[in-house]
């Protein structure tokens, strides 16, 4: 991690020098304005810390300079007592933040570990966004989703099943794999089969003649057809009815189909991908899912983690929507500040990454500030049973003790 500090006053210099050297960081000098900018553009340091009175340029200047060249580099000014207005004009101009003459070591070396960690997430997050359908996460379970998604890519015939809780991101799993696969060119047809009702879903899926049935004044592809050559993907298949399990394990097995009211076997080229937050093992000893078709389709089954196990993701999956949203509300909302991201990390997740998304465009929203605040997020309890309305702060407060109790295995010390 670089650290650029401008300031001509070589008593700083030396005590800073010292002071990050120890913190293992690389550390850059310039005593003027011009050496100073020079610098920014060549190393493109991660954190600048920039003096407002040089010698040959007022600090508020080359500000604006460095941040409409260095957009992303982090930037704390230093300033002695008495220039307010100057603080505020540089928080107005992308300062982060600012440090009073003489700078407290400690207070300083606090902040700037914090930036650090921010400046690794975003960097974490620029390789998660990569690809059209980004997976975002680096915790172990992600790894192995992800290392899963490749090579089921690679297999592009295989029948998979994704299984997962409402909220996980099963069908963008789906999409990954098709879009790496030599499909990816070719059509993602998706369909929800709880969405449609029993007795349309068949002739959504397979299509008709004309005649087939009353309203079939002419005859239509089927879902099979458009999918020719990519990929069907069934989300809550679960909830397909048993006439139309029969004839899509028949696609399965033979890779022909027959359209409502037709006589004729349609050769189709497809990859079927199949998901569920069901489990449909117990539906097969129920009887309410067919035991060959779950066969069929269990050739590889894919078990996407619920977020409450991904707890380490939060902070990237928070930072990817914060910059989503922000987009399209065109607000200036950056990130979250380090309490709000421990009470996420607290939270159960019971819906999941859509929850986390939701709750963070209500916070955004309401947030007046480029940091969103514990202040600005409304949890919902965690089950109806526990209670009907939202979580005050001080509920919110007292289950992340719980939990940060709970992961140091009730260590006070360690918790503190």
Sequence with gaps: MQILIIDDDSTIQTALKLFFEKKDYEVLFADTGAKGFDIAVKNLPDIVLLDLRLPDIYGLELLRKIKADRPDSIVYIMTACGEVKDVISAVNLGAENYFQKPVDLEELGAIIDRSVEKIKLRQDLMLCKRGPYPIIGRSRAVQ??????????E???????????????????????HSLSIRGENPFVDINCAAIPDNMLESEILGYEAGAFTDARSAKKGLLEIADKGTLFLDEIGEMPFSVQAKLLRVIETKTFRRLGGTRDIKVDIRVIAATNKNLASAVRNNSFREDLYYRLNVMPIAIPPLRERIDDIPLLAEFFIAEIAGNMKKQIKSLDREAIEVLCAYKWPGNIRELRNILERAMILCRRETLTVQNLTLPADSPEESSSALTLKDIEVRHIKATLSSVAGNRTKAA
């Design 144 to 153: 192995g989703l992800v290392h899963i998604i490749n090579l089921m890519a």
């Design 155 to 177: 297999n592009h015939s295989t029948t998979l099943l994704i299984q997962g809780e409402t909220g996980t991101g099963k069908e963008l799993v789906a999409r990954n794999i």
